[in-house]
């Protein structure tokens, strides 16, 4: 038996949970899973759960894709509980909850499991001796349903008012303690520019619990604010007068992780981000900051190639980090969501923001919440590693409101635009052989499918809007 095997075991014996809930999350982020009561929990936990393959081949609301990859007869893919992830679940007393590993029916690793595909460009980077960090900021907006079927934002206070911090307080004082149980840390709480939006702030932590948080975070926060009689929605844009939301990845780079545990060291005190805490490890080990250099804005050569792989593979990883047809009516010039392939220090119109000389990381704006962020952070480490490899340069920072420039200004700088729809954003994922191996065979031609048929469906619908302008007109 593993040590995380063992500390689970005894975990459960002194929880003494009446079930625990596998859950595992297919290629469009939604959350599945199975229940497991009393006696049957030490079996489900030793063996995982059976699903059927062909679980992977529905849209985000359930439409199975045509001509799918997995039909009836493709068998069946085990839900093999990570014990490292087992959290009591505060809102149904007495659970517990574990997220999954998705591997073959011999328990051998799976080419579609989307956290493998994130621990193996993990490995890659390790055997280059780096290591990484991450950390998600998501927002999301409070509404309430009407009589009429309609969503109203649950207050009109300013852009990060004190009003709605205060209006939202327990709501919020909620939030906090129910993911502080389930060993999640917040950083930071508070309004956000859009009617009804909030943000929250999670720690930087080893790259896949920062992509286990975000999706833990993510359904804490809809079953809290269902107790509540109000819906917490993460749709990159809800409506065309409201402010989208989005969820942006900050990434720095780190020694390769010693064998003392899967955290990193102790970042000293004169490097510390000013808007994260410390990083503090088990084993109080230190391990070297590999971000901060004299290169451009204070990176280091390391993390400056990073940042060109990124921006080199840039329209294949906005695709992964904003893969719905939704995502691109936030993805626009000059509406405080990212348009542009740049970096820039401390710019919040480029594509890749360093938030300063005494904050060498990187942060990628483009990203919301249609995307998986397992494969969304495995894509973006394997743009860097490339970066990496090749040693590319970044060149100058990008320079000026990068959303109201006008085009000769940006041609100057070098400054693309990204995507500017889903089919373009899609088509450049499956065009970048750097991203569709990091995704591999079988997460990146579904994750494709998936999207690809959500914005075919999409393009068919005839909406409101087109019978008020067109039916008695034409």
């Known amino acids: 038996m593993t040590e995380a095997r063992r500390t689970l075991a005894e975990r459960i014996e002194t929880d003494n949970p009446r079930g625990v809930w596998i859950v595992w999350h297919d290629y469009a982020a939604r959350a599945n899973g199975r229940w497991f009561p009393g006696t049957s929990i030490p079996g489900a936990l030793?063996?995982?759960?059976?699903?059927?393959?062909?679980?992977?081949n529905f849209t985000i609301d359930d439409w199975q894709v045509p001509h799918p990859r997995f039909g009836a007869d493709a068998g069946d893919f085990v839900a093999m509980p990570d014990p490292e992830t087992y959290a009591p679940l505060p809102y149904h007393p007495g659970i517990g909850r574990l997220l999954a590993d998705l591997r073959t029916e011999a328990g051998e690793p799976w080419e579609g499991c989307p956290?493998?595909?994130?621990?193996?460009?993990?490995?890659a980077l390790a055997r280059r001796d780096l290591s990484a960090r991450a950390a998600f900021e998501p927002e999301f907006t409070l509404f309430r349903k009407t009589d009429e079927d309609r969503y109203t934002p649950t207050d009109a206070f300013t852009m990060y008012s004190v009003a709605?911090?205060?209006?939202?307080?327990?709501f919020l004082q909620e939030i906090e303690t129910t993911l502080a149980a389930q060993g999640i840390r917040v950083v930071g709480m508070g309004a956000e520019y859009g009617a009804g939006q909030l943000e929250i702030n999670l720690h930087h932590e080893h790259p896949i619990k920062a992509a286990d948080d975000l999706l833990t975070f993510r359904e804490t926060v809809k079953a809290l604010a269902r107790r509540r009689g109000i819906i917490a929605s993460f749709m990159p844009k809800p409506?065309?007068?409201?402010?989208?939301?989005?969820?942006?990845v900050h990434l720095s780079l780190w020694d390769r992780e010693t064998e003392g545990g899967s955290e990193f060291g102790v970042r000293s005190s004169k490097n510390a981000d000013t808007d994260h805490s410390e990083h503090r490890t088990s084993n109080a080990e230190l391990s070297r900051d590999r971000s901060a250099g004299d290169g451009p804005l204070g990176l280091s050569a390391a993390m400056?190639?990073?940042?060109?792989?990124?921006?080199?593979?840039?329209?294949?990883?906005c695709g992964v980090f904003a893969p719905s047809v939704n995502s691109y009516k936030r993805l626009l010039p000059g509406s405080w969501a990212p348009a542009h392939i740049g970096y820039a220090a401390g710019n919040r119109a480029a594509l890749v923001r360093v938030p300063g000389a005494s904050r060498p990381r990187m942060e990628f704006r483009a990203g919301d919440h249609t995307a998986h962020p397992h494969l969304a952070l495995a894509a973006l480490i394997a743009a860097g590693i490339d970066g990496l490899d090749r040693q590319l340069d970044p060149g100058p920072p990008a320079t000026g409101d990068l959303g109201h420039l006008p085009d000769d200004a940006l041609t100057q700088q070098g400054v693309r635009l990204l995507p500017r729809t889903a089919h373009e954003a899609l088509d450049?994922?499956?065009a970048d052989p750097v991203v569709m191996a990091a995704l591999g065979p079988v997460c990146g031609p579904e994750?494709?499918?998936?999207?690809?048929?959500?914005?075919?469906r999409y393009e068919r619908h005839v909406s409101d809007w087109e019978r008020a302008v067109y039916l008695e007109r034409v």
Not at 304 to 317: D, E, K, N, V
Not at 447 to 456: F, H, K, S
């Open 46 to 56: 030793a063996n995982g759960t059976l699903f059927c393959h062909a679980n992977l």
């Open 115 to 123: 956290r493998t595909r994130l621990r193996d460009m993990l490995d």
């Open 164 to 170: 709605r911090m205060e209006a939202e307080h327990d």
């Open 239 to 248: 409506y065309d007068d409201l402010a989208g939301n989005g969820v942006h």
């Open 304 to 317: 400056a190639s990073f940042i060109a792989g990124a921006l080199a593979h840039a329209p294949a990883l």
């Open 428 to 430: 450049a994922i499956e």
């Open 447 to 456: 994750l494709l499918r998936i999207r690809r048929e959500e914005l075919a």
